[in-house]
């Protein structure tokens, strides 16, 4: 690789001058793209083809504006710093070029570039909403609202543009003579406005506005804005409470960023058709833990509300799956949403029953469907309905006037946040364990959703379903949709990542880590997501309270349900000291290391802190279990690893007696049966009475199989919810060794 004696690089963050910038393209092209694609994530062979493309274009746009800049001693755009791949602090996303340097008045100013080697005959028409375009007939994201997110984020949220109160700006170069008319048309006239685009043939207008805006380098502030890091509070709960209180129509609680954006002007695309049309919709987004699911979706609801909703109408409403999501929804609602009506627009999945309970059920429409046709009667069970007839049901109700407050297309729009957790007993392998508030015989709560309203858009992802009646998948929602003449829309958001410094690569080891084949890619995310194991719980409390003094107070202390709830359910935020603890564990010398589980009388007081409570005064007085925490986020997690899950020789066992979760009764039931007919039939040997431990990959016992997985999908959300660090106390000795060797860089 050939480096000339003058270049100047900070290779670690790909920080150039454009002079030099410059050199390197024309003088060794090949290891400037090498260089570039050695950023900690993987570059695509078809991203290095794009570079290959643009950078020596974008060197002759600044080399065109180094020579329309006069130059004044050393003062000149020559020594403005750029950044290639710029990685935006706390997110996935990456900056195709950043300039950073001083203005005309000596202040700091950053332009944004986004680069795209679109071909001339891509075929190109206008978006159908504003931030779309259809790009070789597919609707994707314009440019130029991707950009749009990239300098709004940077402005509301990167630390070195808060401190020296920069000026930060973007555009879009598109690296070849593309026609430009359609991504100029409305409905993106107004935002190619702001956020100007070009290409090849009106690079000397582009040279003019890096110029108009950037005169000379300033070394000192690029070194802070590559080390910038991303300055706001990221519990979305309080920054839901600041934009209600605030009522500002143009403000958002988060900005969204690339799929994100996407998925956001899709939705409110297809919410201006269904406005004007009148037909029903389903919208399914997935993503992966910390995508922005729920960032998205509050965005949404907000921006609906503000757009659509009429007053006291309810027709815009947000929808949890959980009494964790409901209590802190209606804290914050209630406390700060009366301008949209908000305690009107917040309801329960379990809400959406037409009215049948158990009672119900059992005194009037049990023998009104016997009398009808016997198959609506349980064989297994004489008082209880099959579920597979629910609709049957609903119809006799409606037309018996036995619903109350159910009607088709009661809400214009239903945003439904962590749909995996709606209950479906139609589903294959449902578990019917007791669940408050919901009759079984009545169905898919999604089936009811969706018939009651005219649009319904559903956060979701599967891996995050870990108890045994949460059963909607998919594919339920796509033929639930169907069965109701719904038309189905689907966005992803995979690729993105808001939590864990924004590593997708740490979210995949996680997700690998329970597997026969684990990842080894630490080098790529252990510099920015901090993980740390210890010897003792004592040691892992220790590092949060580290953070804690130093003024972050985002921290807490999260379990997997290896114990059970022995305090008393009633006990106060300040808890009885007498009280049986939860966790009880051995600690350093002898000691013992105690603390109680969240209280269940209030999941808001656990993620929010509220204030009066002890958790307010100590955020490391209770254990979070992944119930209460899914969907929310801390900077510092503690995460206590038991007896549930622990490897041997290269293989994961699992603890049956070991897992405390109440609504996996049904699963773990059935694999200690499995275990019990496999030891009358000697397949393996042992005692009746001596049932715990099994091996997670035998064929031969599928209940204890489905037991495994539900537990790796409760530590894949425990261990996905820090934003900056997490430390992990793993009290298997072995295990603790095979994890911190997966950690060697």
């Known amino acids: 690789m050939f480096f000339p004696t003058w270049l100047t690089i900070n290779t670690k963050n790909m920080l150039y001058t454009v002079r030099d910038f410059c050199h390197y393209v024309e003088s060794d092209l090949n290891a400037l793209i090498e260089e570039v694609s050695g950023i900690d994530r993987n570059v695509s062979d078809e991203e290095k083809k794009a570079y290959r493309g643009s950078y020596p274009v974008v060197a002759t746009m600044l080399a065109k504006a180094m020579n329309k800049q006069p130059s004044i001693g050393d003062a000149h755009l020559s020594t403005t710093d750029m950044l290639l791949e710029y990685k935006l602090p706390a997110a996935s996303s990456w900056c195709d070029v950043v300039l950073i340097g001083n203005n005309a008045m000596g202040g700091q100013e950053v332009i944004i570039l986004e680069l795209k080697n679109y071909l001339k005959n891509s075929c190109d028409e206008p978006g159908e909403y504003e931030g779309l375009i259809k790009h070789k007939g597919e609707t994707i994201r314009h440019p130029s609202d991707q950009v749009k997110g990239y300098t709004e984020y940077c402005r509301r949220f990167h630390s070195a543009v808060h401190e020296h109160k920069a000026n930060v700006n973007g555009c879009v170069y598109f690296t070849q003579p593309l026609d430009m008319q359609p991504y100029l048309q409305y409905p993106n006239d107004i935002l190619t406005s702001e956020y100007k685009i070009y290409n090849t043939e009106t690079t000397e207008q582009l040279a003019d506005y890096v110029i108009q805006r950037i005169k000379t380098g300033n070394e000192a502030f690029a070194a802070k804005f590559v080390n910038g890091y991303y300055k706001q509070d990221r519990n979305i709960l309080r920054q839901v409470a600041k934009n209600l209180q605030s009522v500002n129509e143009t403000a958002k609680p988060f900005v969204l960023l690339d799929q994100q954006r996407e998925g956001f002007n899709l939705v409110m695309g297809v919410l201006e058709k269904r406005i004007k049309d009148g037909k029903k919709e389903v919208i399914i987004v997935e993503g992966p833990p910390g995508s922005g699911k729920s960032a998205v979706a509050v965005n949404l609801w907000i921006e609906s509300v503000l757009k659509y909703s009429k007053k006291d109408s309810g027709n815009i409403v947000y929808v949890t799956t959980s009494s964790s999501q409901g209590d802190n929804w209606n804290s914050i609602f209630n406390a700060y949403g009366e301008a949209y009506h908000a305690s009107d627009l917040i309801l329960t999945a379990n809400s959406f029953n037409p009215g049948l309970n158990g009672s119900k059920m059992k005194e009037i429409l049990l023998p009104k469907m016997r009398r009808i046709d016997p198959k609506y009667v349980s064989e297994k069970n004489e008082n209880s309905l099959k579920f597979e007839y629910f609709e049957d049901y609903v119809k006799y109700m409606i037309d018996h006037g036995m619903t109350k407050n159910y009607k088709d297309n009661l809400h214009f729009l239903s945003v439904v946040d962590e749909a995996h957790a709606l209950i479906n007993p139609t589903a294959k392998g449902f578990c019917s364990n007791k669940t408050a508030g919901w009759c079984f015989q009545m169905g898919p709560q999604a089936y009811h959703i969706i018939r009651e309203s005219q649009v319904s858009v559903f956060f979701t992802d599967g891996k995050q379903s870990f108890r045994d009646n949460e059963t909607t998948s998919v594919d339920d929602l796509e033929q639930l949709a169907t069965k109701l003449d719904a038309h189905v829309t689907k966005i992803s958001l995979a690729g993105m990542q808001f939590r864990c410094a924004g590593?997708?690569?740490?979210?995949?080891?996680?997700?690998?880590?329970?597997?026969?084949?684990?990842?080894?890619?630490?080098?790529?995310?252990?510099?920015?997501?901090?993980?740390?194991?210890?010897?003792?719980?004592?040691?892992?409390?220790?590092?949060?309270?580290?953070?804690?003094?130093?003024?972050?107070?985002?921290?807490?202390?999260?379990?997997?349900?290896?114990?059970?709830?022995?305090?008393?359910?009633?006990?106060?935020?300040?808890?009885?000291?007498?009280?049986?603890?939860?966790?009880?564990?051995?600690?350093?010398?002898?000691?013992?290391?105690?603390?109680?589980?969240?209280?269940?009388?209030?999941?808001?007081?656990?993620?929010?802190?509220?204030?009066?409570?002890?958790?307010?005064?100590?955020?490391?007085?209770?254990?979070?279990?992944?119930?209460?925490?899914?969907?929310?986020?801390?900077?510092?997690?503690?995460?206590?690893?038991?007896?549930?899950?622990?490897?041997?020789?290269?293989?994961?066992?699992?603890?049956?007696?070991?897992?405390?979760?109440?609504?996996?009764?049904?699963?773990?039931?059935?694999?200690?049966?499995?275990?019990?007919?496999?030891?009358?039939?000697?397949?393996?040997?042992?005692?009746?009475?001596?049932?715990?431990?099994?091996?997670?990959?035998?064929?031969?016992?599928?209940?204890?199989q489905a037991l495994f997985a539900a537990n790796v999908q409760a530590y894949r959300i425990l261990m996905t919810r820090a934003i900056k660090s997490i430390t992990i106390y793993i009290k298997d000795k072995e295990t603790r060794e095979y994890v911190a060797k997966l950690l060697e860089v």
């Open 503 to 704: 590593s997708t690569e740490y979210v995949q080891w996680v997700e690998q880590l329970f597997t026969e084949n684990p990842l080894k890619n630490a080098r790529q995310w252990k510099d920015k997501f901090k993980i740390k194991l210890v010897d003792y719980p004592s040691e892992m409390e220790n590092e949060l309270k580290r953070h804690i003094e130093e003024g972050d107070s985002s921290c807490r202390i999260l379990s997997s349900y290896t114990r059970k709830w022995v305090s008393p359910s009633d006990l106060t935020p300040s808890h009885d000291r007498d009280a049986a603890y939860d966790f009880d564990l051995e600690d350093k010398n002898g000691e013992r290391w105690q603390k109680h589980w969240n209280n269940p009388g209030g999941y808001d007081i656990f993620v929010q802190g509220r204030q009066g409570t002890r958790m307010e005064e100590d955020p490391l007085c209770e254990v979070g279990c992944p119930y209460v925490v899914r969907g929310f986020d801390y900077n510092h997690i503690g995460l206590l690893w038991l007896e549930d899950l622990f490897i041997r020789d290269g293989k994961w066992y699992l603890s049956i007696n070991h897992m405390e979760e109440t609504a996996n009764g049904s699963t773990r039931s059935r694999a200690k049966e499995e275990q019990k007919a496999a030891i009358r039939k000697k397949i393996i040997s042992g005692k009746m009475s001596e049932i715990d431990v099994v091996p997670c990959n035998d064929d031969r016992f599928p209940a204890a």
